[in-house]
């Protein structure tokens, strides 16, 4: 299996510009989770879905955030307008109900918002 | 609300050294944890995965233990190396009202000298 993929790897944008973040699940995994890590946070949750379904948004920071999954195999998360505080690595994982839930995790995306 | 903390915040031990880390949470009811790997510039690597039910589980030279009863797990690396260099972090998941959430630690920085 070739894990989570995630794209790009780098984007580097200007304030006010839209981003969107991807991600491939690993396959069969049916959660799906976003996080944010920067130095001062560290890792925050940002929202998770179950079978394609939005579960927990709460982690999302304001409406310039959103995110989907119309499948199974792929997710996106948008940014819009981007800020400069948006500035972080953002990281997708997945992982199975039928397996304890162990969390998989992409190699993020280094977002730098200028 | 579940909060995890992680002691010491950076470790550096000789080559050969056995030693441990530890987290802490303050929800007791919880699904599992889980123990991650993270090389600079890196995703995470997952380690170990302890379920609720069980007191440890171990990986080559890696032991991961778990008491809930006292909000505590400690990684356990025997006979340290410098490829054991990395941060090391902790994630509890569930806990009352936190359903699927995964909370993180912030982290302990390993430095292995050869």
């Known amino acids: 299996d070739a894990g989570v993929i995630q794209s790009p790897r780098h984007e580097v944008t200007e304030m006010g510009q839209e981003v969107t973040l991807r991600c491939k699940p690993i396959s069969g995994h049916d959660y799906l989770f976003w996080y944010r890590q920067t130095m001062m946070r560290g890792l925050e949750l940002l929202i998770y879905?179950?079978?394609?379904?939005?579960?927990?948004d709460s982690g999302m920071p304001e409406d310039r955030f959103s995110a989907k999954m119309p499948n199974a195999s792929f997710s996106t998360l948008k940014i819009q307008p981007s800020e400069p505080r948006d500035s972080a690595v953002y990281f997708c994982?997945?992982?199975?109900?039928?397996?304890?839930?162990?969390?998989?995790f992409g190699p993020g995306t280094r977002l730098t918002v200028l | 609300k579940q909060e995890v903390t992680q002691i010491p915040a950076a470790l550096s031990v000789p080559e050969g050294e056995n030693l441990v880390l530890n987290c802490s949470f303050t929800?007791?009811?919880?699904?599992?944890l889980q123990w991650f790997r993270q090389d600079p510039g890196k995703g995470l690597t997952s380690l170990l995965l302890i379920q609720s039910s069980q007191r440890e589980q171990t990986s080559g030279r890696l032991n991961a233990s778990l008491d809930k009863s006292s909000g505590r797990s400690t990684l356990y690396i025997a006979a340290s190396q410098p490829g054991d260099s990395a941060t090391y972090l902790c994630a509890a998941r569930g806990g009352r009202g936190y359903g699927q959430n995964f909370v993180f630690g912030p982290g302990t920085r390993l430095s292995v000298l050869p």
């Open positions: 929800d007791s009811a919880i699904y599992n």
């Open positions: 994982a997945s992982s199975s109900g039928t397996s304890y839930n162990e969390q998989f």
């Open positions: 879905f179950n079978n394609n379904v939005p579960i927990d």
